[in-house]
């Protein structure tokens, strides 16, 4: 098909899918009382929309009596010689883009992992806490193990902070018909971020103190993310001093070794400058100019339904201890046939590639967008 009607046809997709099911404003269905299993699977599962649950976790001990606003309990139940995994970044945004590694032109991006220390958790908190409140520190902290890490021994798993949720979230768990596959705690600041990207889970959101604002994109709309393939690299410290604690280094980015490329969402909703203002809406006009993506805030006590394959950015604003909480039930998705119509769609090259590459250069070109598994791997 040539490029315009293509253009048309997808641009139709994205119109119809709104029209007919997720709705034309940018707001997603919110509930005010948990749905019975059926009306969670007919409504939301199947259909793959969205919802949010306000209170849904608000009966949770964490939620109703405050427990985790509270460094000291926090710090008690762990035990003072509990260690966890924490991600550093220096500006928050672990698995993103960043310019290249001596790069000498900022449009020249890789794909930047956080450098993950061992940390005691107490020390954990106040690092992340302090990272949050203070933008001179050169290192934002981030706990976010991906690896079912309330459950796993060498992380949360076996301590007394499990009371203080629910193991699962019932409705979901009697609609999807298994267990969560992987349970994940989430301990932030506001300067943490997390890029667009999507997951291969149907994931239930709980936030347990401060809030999360998440933007929000349909499988359907894949085209508007610019997936592009970018070098890998990852954050390490510079001072080898440090190299064995968590502690405020300064990181320096470095190219992984062999060298591979990751498939990556280029589209940052929120440019940090003018400047990247206006390079991004020039460059990725189905982002910037296409309907705008859905909004969510999800707050303490809230649950928020994900579906699977839904692209997702979010940020963060803290409570008053300067940190925001986030439990989140990974439950197993179906390899359906809206996963098999969505591999087709990814197929197909739009916008298409520039007819003049810049010479000797390859074009980069679409690659089947990236996920993230419950090892904290990336996968293709
Ligand atoms: O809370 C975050 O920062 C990201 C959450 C997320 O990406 C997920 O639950 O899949």
Redesign the pocket.
């Known amino acids: 098909m040539e490029g315009e009607k293509l253009g048309a046809a997808v641009a139709g997709l994205w119109a119809e899918v709104r029209e007919l099911s997720l709705g034309t404003s940018p707001r997603i269905d919110v509930l005010d009382t948990p749905p019975s299993p059926l009306v969670f699977l007919r409504d939301y599962v199947s259909a793959n929309k969205p919802c949010l649950v306000r209170g849904g976790a608000a009966h949770w001990p964490a939620v109703s009596r405050s427990l985790w606003s509270h460094d000291s309990y926090l710090a008690a139940i762990l035990g003072k010689d509990r260690h966890v995994s924490l991600h550093l970044t220096p500006d928050g945004r672990a698995d993103a883009l960043a310019p290249l590694p001596d790069g000498d032109d900022d449009s020249n991006l890789c794909f930047a992992s956080a450098c993950v220390r061992r940390a005691p958790f107490a020390a954990a908190l106040r690092l992340i806490a302090a990272s949050g409140r203070d933008p001179t520190l050169p290192v934002v902290a981030?706990a976010?193990e991906q690896n079912d890490c309330f459950r796993a021994a060498a992380e949360y798993g076996g301590s007394a902070l499990a009371a203080d949720v629910e193991e699962e979230v019932p409705w979901a768990t009697a609609a999807l018909g298994c267990s969560p596959e992987a349970v994940?705690l989430?301990v932030?600041s506001g300067r943490?971020?997390?890029s667009f990207?999507k997951?291969h889970y149907e994931?239930l959101?709980a936030v347990v103190t401060g809030e999360?604002h998440f933007l929000l994109l349909p499988p359907t709309d894949v085209h508007r993310l610019y997936v592009r393939r970018y070098l890998a690299a990852r954050y390490v410290s510079s001072s080898a001093a440090a190299a064995s604690t968590a502690g405020v280094e300064e990181l320096r980015l470095e190219l992984e070794e062999p060298r591979r490329e990751v498939p990556w969402c280029s589209v940052d909703p929120y440019p940090r400058t003018p400047k990247e203002a206006a390079r991004a809406r020039d460059e990725m006009p189905l982002y910037f100019q296409g309907p705008p993506p859905f909004q969510c805030t999800v707050r303490a006590g809230d649950i928020l339904y994900?579906p699977s394959m839904w692209f997702?950015h979010?940020r963060?604003t803290p409570d008053s201890s300067g940190r925001t909480i986030?439990v989140?039930f990974w439950y197993d998705m179906r390899f359906d046939i809206k996963y098999a119509y969505f591999n087709l769609l990814q197929t197909i090259e739009y916008p298409p590639p520039s007819r003049d590459p810049p010479s000797g250069e390859e074009e980069p070109g679409d690659g089947p967008p990236v996920e993230?598994r419950r090892n904290g791997s990336l996968c293709v």
């Open positions: 981030y976010q994940n989430w932030g943490s971020e997390t990207h997951d994931n959101y999360k994900l997702h979010v963060q986030a989140n993230r």
